[in-house]
């Protein structure tokens, strides 16, 4: 028992030995940082998603109607990699206000230089791609062009409030084709098809279907984001992470 208790404690300490000298490499290469770009109208869902996946409130994003269009950046700091959450209130809302979609659409180029990844979130259940997420999704592609779709996931939540549950495969893929097709209006038709999509809950660890999806979701922006980000985005959530197999991950939920 005694030596069972010594080899846990060293290998421990040897991946603790190994996680301080990959973040000395990340900073000594300064790039120990990642971006992540959020997209979706107000009360789907965006700030509570973060959160999950991370294990902690890093976004403080407004659940409210803003008045107002305007770029947000949140930045934090965790296990000593840093990262920004931009926020995009008001691109998939509807504005009564005519013309705010050139302004808007100058300050996202002006103020999101680049990102890592970008998040589509939607809400689950919805029968079709709403008028504003179709304006979002071409603006999204006049200020950043088809390279922003191969760093995209498609977030789609509140999936538990569909029923009937049996039929949760077939809505999953449906809803996803629709906004994959819409998004292939602006780029290639070889682009859209292959953006991914994870079905989430943020009240459940299950989707109706019995799967725990935080791991797929993880699994899933390891496989999307941009080739420098993936180390820091693992390092930022090495102490949640648990690997079952290769190419599998699983997140401790508490």
């Known amino acids: 028992m005694e030596n069972q208790a010594f080899e846990n404690h060293d290998k421990s300490g040897q991946r603790k030995k190994m996680a ?3 973040l000395a490499d990340l900073n000594k290469k300064g790039n120990n940082k990642f971006t992540l770009l959020l997209v979706g109208r107000t009360g789907v869902g965006k700030s509570s998603s973060i959160d999950t996946l991370l294990g902690k409130e890093v976004a403080k994003v407004n659940d409210s109607k803003p008045e107002t269009m305007k770029v947000t950046k949140y930045p934090g700091q965790t296990n000593d990699i840093k990262y920004d959450i931009i926020d995009t209130p008001g691109l998939c809302d509807d504005f009564a206000v005519a013309g705010h979609d050139e302004a808007y659409l100058n300050q996202i180029i002006e103020n999101v230089k680049s990102f890592d990844l970008m998040w589509f979130v939607a809400f689950f259940a919805d029968t ?3 008028a504003d997420e179709m ?3 071409k ?3 006049k200020a950043f062009g088809k390279a922003a779709w191969d760093k995209t996931v498609l977030v789609l939540t509140f999936s538990n409030s569909f029923f009937p549950p049996a039929d949760f495969a077939k809505k999953l893929e449906s809803r996803t084709e629709a ?6 209006k602006h780029c290639s038709i070889t682009l859209a098809p292959a953006i991914p ?4 809950d943020n009240a459940i660890i299950t989707n109706p279907d019995g799967q725990e999806w935080l791991g797929e979701l993880y699994t899933t922006i390891i496989e999307r984001i941009s080739a420098n ?10 102490s949640r992470l648990k690997v079952e197999k290769p190419d599998k991950f699983v997140l401790k939920t508490a």
Not at 179 to 184: D, F, P, S
Request: net charge negative; glycine share 4%.
């Open 229 to 238: 980000a993936a180390l820091p985005f693992i390092m930022a959530t090495a």
């Open 139 to 141: 603006m999204l592609h």
């Open 128 to 130: 079709r791609v709403s």
């Open 20 to 22: 301080d000298e990959t």
């Open 135 to 137: 304006r979002a999704i």
């Open 197 to 200: 999509s994870v079905a989430i």
């Open 179 to 184: 906004i994959q097709n819409e998004i292939g």
